[in-house]
């Protein structure tokens, strides 16, 4: 080859202008802002000299006219490319903000569109840096049906590859809709916001005034609206999280998670178990220390830790292997559940079951959460989606109830007629229709009005109630409890349980999908 030709030179000069575009150009605007550039974050996430970016030379198109003036970038505004992330083959996008606000013309959602075809071709990972002002205005409808053929490949790879979407800065208009598809979705505080409509909007619309940060903030879509599954102080965490996510999951749905070096002991005996759940019933404990006992040591990993917080979901390793954990949280509305947390846990196990990480229930709840509100926003309809969830799920499955499990939230939680494949009871179980004290007011009405002392009377009975029916042994004796287990034990029954359901095939019969209450 001709290394001083005229085509070399192109080469050169090309490659030239573009890595000063995103060397001064898109840094000094970034970094201003306390951002990192596309090219530094994609740098942060994959191994060394790993990453091949192709569409590199793109150029943006131009639909003329007032309103065709665009910024003639290459890329587009878009790194798009593969690499390895802790040796293992992923793809990933990178908006870039310092290109028309990283705003989504035909060519930067046709470069998007090409990696997630090929992700989900090859069976890898995809991961999406979103900071952009959405649908670029210049190129009117081309950029929206760009958007919709990235939510038509969203979809289809739903459930085939992980996709994980990563906002580090604007997510406006149809930006916001691709991640909210994709199965995780990390913000990073202060620098981050997502909405359907922006402040100015709301202003005009409604005269409301609003700040970014308020509207669609990390903290907001942590806590209120449950969009955000993990919140980082900075981009540099943020992309560690992801890191860490990508550790527990497989490449794809016909993989089995990575199985990972453990050094911790099997047969770990957690005698502190036997006295985590107070002799009074209606006395909260953290149900983050049981799972912390039980699992591997340090490798509870929780998602989307301030939302619904009555429910506990997370990764964890259970020796060597992930599964994923939902457990009622007592601390927090006695773990009782209502709409958000029937929904936080649905959405979990409908993503675990996807890509075959079997699930552990840890169960203390003592029923759905009564009331006008909840009635009213649903609680029926989104509580079905739990049970629902579990029903479907064909990975394997173990309950441990380890104090109430009442009414509703009994059958719900993973029971054995629902399809769990163990159930264990700690001996502080207490499986019932309901509560003692609900209980024996509806059965003792008459009695406890014509007596002398109803408050003794009702206790009485409640103590009775607890001895004959709200135990685990009367469920044991029935076979709904496989067995009733020293807590001390858990985590070696726990890893015999999951080792025997190794091989667990369910059929399903042939149908288009099920009909889940959406
Ligand atoms: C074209 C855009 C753009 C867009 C921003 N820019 N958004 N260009 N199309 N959607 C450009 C700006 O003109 C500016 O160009 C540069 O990006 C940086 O923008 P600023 O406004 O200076 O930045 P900042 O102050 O940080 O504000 C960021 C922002 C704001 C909040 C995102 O730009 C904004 O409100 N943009 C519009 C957001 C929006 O309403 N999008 C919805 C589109 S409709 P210069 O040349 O000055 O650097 C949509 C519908 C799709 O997406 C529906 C599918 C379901």
Same mark, same amino acid.
């Given at each position: 080859m001709d290394i001083d030709g005229k085509l070399f030179k192109k080469f050169l000069e090309r490659q030239e202008t573009y890595e000063h575009q995103q060397k001064e150009f898109a840094a000094d605007k970034q970094h201003s802002k306390g951002k990192l550039?596309?090219?530094e974050r994609i740098g942060l996430l994959f191994d060394n000299d790993t990453f091949d970016e192709i569409d590199a030379f793109s150029l943006p198109a131009s639909s003329g006219g007032e309103f065709g003036r665009i910024v003639n970038a290459y890329g587009d505004g878009v790194i798009t490319g593969h690499g390895k992330i802790s040796g293992r083959?992923?793809?990933?996008?990178?908006?870039?903000?310092?290109?028309?606000?990283?705003?989504?013309?035909?060519?930067?959602?046709?470069?998007?569109?090409?990696?997630?075809?090929?992700?989900?071709k090859m069976g890898a990972p995809i991961i999406g840096f979103i900071d952009s002002g959405g649908a670029r205005?210049?190129?009117? *409808?081309? /950029?929206?049906?760009?958007?919709?053929?990235? !939510?038509?490949? %969203?979809?289809? +790879?739903?459930?085939?590859?992980?996709?994980?979407?990563?906002?580090?800065?604007?997510?406006?208009?149809?930006? *916001?809709? /691709?991640?909210?598809?994709?199965?995780?979705? !990390?913000?990073? %505080?202060?620098? +981050?916001?997502?909405?359907v409509t922006g402040p100015n909007v709301v202003k005009e619309v409604l005269n409301e005034d609003v700040s970014f940060e308020e509207l669609g903030g990390a903290t907001v879509h942590m806590k209120n609206s449950g969009i955000a599954h993990f919140v980082y102080e900075d981009e540099e965490n943020t992309i560690r999280g992801l890191k860490k996510l990508l550790s527990y999951l497989p490449s794809n749905n016909l993989e089995n998670p990575p199985l990972v070096e453990w050094r911790d002991t099997e047969e770990r005996v957690e005698e502190l178990l036997r006295e985590i759940v107070p002799d009074d019933p209606n006395k909260p404990y953290d149900i983050k220390e049981v799972i912390n006992l039980i699992v591997d040591k340090g490798t509870f990993f929780e998602v989307a830790e301030g939302f619904a917080m009555?429910?506990?979901?997370?990764?964890?390793?259970?020796?060597?292997?992930?599964?994923?954990?939902?457990?009622?949280?007592?601390?927090?509305?006695?773990?009782?559940?209502d709409i958000n947390s029937s929904v936080k846990a649905a959405r979990f196990i409908r993503f675990c079951d996807s890509f075959n990480?079997?699930?552990?229930?840890?169960?203390?709840?003592?029923?759905?959460?009564?009331?006008?509100?909840?009635?009213?926003?649903?609680?029926?309809?989104?509580?079905?989606?739990?049970?629902?969830?579990y029903a479907d799920s064909t990975v394997p499955k173990i309950t441990v109830i380890l104090r109430k499990s009442y009414g509703?939230?009994?059958c719900v939680m993973n029971s054995k007629n629902l399809g769990g494949d163990f159930n264990f009871a700690w001996p502080t179980a207490e499986i019932a229709v309901m509560g003692p004290e609900g209980a024996v007011s509806i059965l003792y009405r008459?009695?406890?009005?014509?007596?002398?002392?109803?408050?003794?009377?009702?206790?009485?009975?409640?103590?009775?109630?607890r001895d004959e029916i709200a135990n685990p042994y009367v469920a044991d004796e029935k076979g709904y409890i496989d067995e009733v287990i020293d807590?001390?034990?858990?985590?070696?029954?726990?890893?015999?349980?999951?080792?025997?359901?190794?091989?667990?095939?369910?059929?399903?019969?042939?149908?288009?999908?099920?009909?889940?209450?959406?």
């Open positions: 550039t596309a090219k083959i992923a793809f990933a996008y990178a908006q870039d903000f310092s290109v028309m606000g990283g705003s989504l013309g035909s060519i930067h959602a046709a470069k998007i569109m090409k990696i997630q075809d090929m992700a989900l205005i210049q190129e009117g *409808v081309a /950029s929206l049906a760009g958007y919709a053929g990235i !939510f038509n490949r %969203n979809v289809k +790879s739903s459930g085939v590859i992980p996709q994980i979407s990563v906002i580090m800065g604007p997510a406006a208009g149809g930006a *916001v809709y /691709s991640p909210s598809i994709t199965d995780f979705v !990390f913000m990073t %505080n202060k620098t +981050s916001y997502m909405f009555n429910i506990i979901v997370a990764f964890a390793r259970l020796s060597g292997k992930t599964i994923g954990i939902i457990a009622n949280q007592p601390k927090v509305l006695a773990g009782t559940l990480i079997p699930l552990l229930t840890l169960e203390d709840v003592p029923g759905f959460m009564p009331g006008i509100d909840q009635e009213h926003s649903g609680i029926i309809r989104h509580g079905a989606k739990l049970l629902y969830a509703g939230a009994y008459r009695e406890l009005l014509e007596s002398e002392d109803p408050v003794k009377l009702k206790k009485e009975l409640a103590i009775k109630y807590p001390a034990q858990t985590r070696r029954k726990l890893i015999t349980a999951f080792e025997a359901l190794e091989n667990k095939h369910v059929n399903v019969p042939s149908r288009k999908h099920g009909n889940i209450p959406l």
